[in-house]
């Protein structure tokens, strides 16, 4: 009878843990969403021309294809072109905004200078 036991143990484990995974993904993609949806409402802070300082999060392929940095203004998301290859991400940096995008939750800027 100890198999049945261990068998239908490891089971409802393993049902649990499924269930606690979907529950967690699912209230992570709706904060994900409720964040979009406040950043579509809100005024940029930042203005079209004005060069800001921030640090470097993260490097990603934007929808240009080349290598950007992204970095936040305030939780404003900037996605700056032409960064030296030596510089890194955990970096400061100035940008000049360029444009935004459609919804302005987000903005193009280009590199400055490391701050």
């Known amino acids: 009878m100890e198999?049945?036991?261990l068998a239908a143990g490891g089971a409802a484990l393993a049902?649990?843990?499924?269930?606690?995974f979907a529950i967690t993904r699912r209230s992570s993609?709706?904060?994900s969403k409720r964040a979009h949806e406040a950043a579509q409402e809100r005024e940029p802070p930042v203005e079209?021309?004005?060069t800001y300082e921030f640090g470097?999060?993260?490097f990603s392929d934007h929808h240009s294809g080349d290598r950007v940095a992204v970095g936040k203004v305030e939780g404003f998301v900037l996605f700056t072109e032409d960064v030296p290859s030596s510089v890194s991400a955990g970096d400061v940096i100035r940008a000049t905004v360029l444009s935004f995008n459609r919804g302005h939750t987000s903005a193009d800027a280009r590199f400055?200078?490391?701050a």
């Open 112 to 114: 400055v200078e490391r």
């Open 15 to 20: 049902v649990g843990l499924a269930l606690a």
């Open 56 to 58: 470097i999060t993260e």
């Open 48 to 50: 079209l021309g004005e």
């Open 3 to 5: 198999p049945l036991w």
């Open 29 to 31: 993609s709706s904060a």
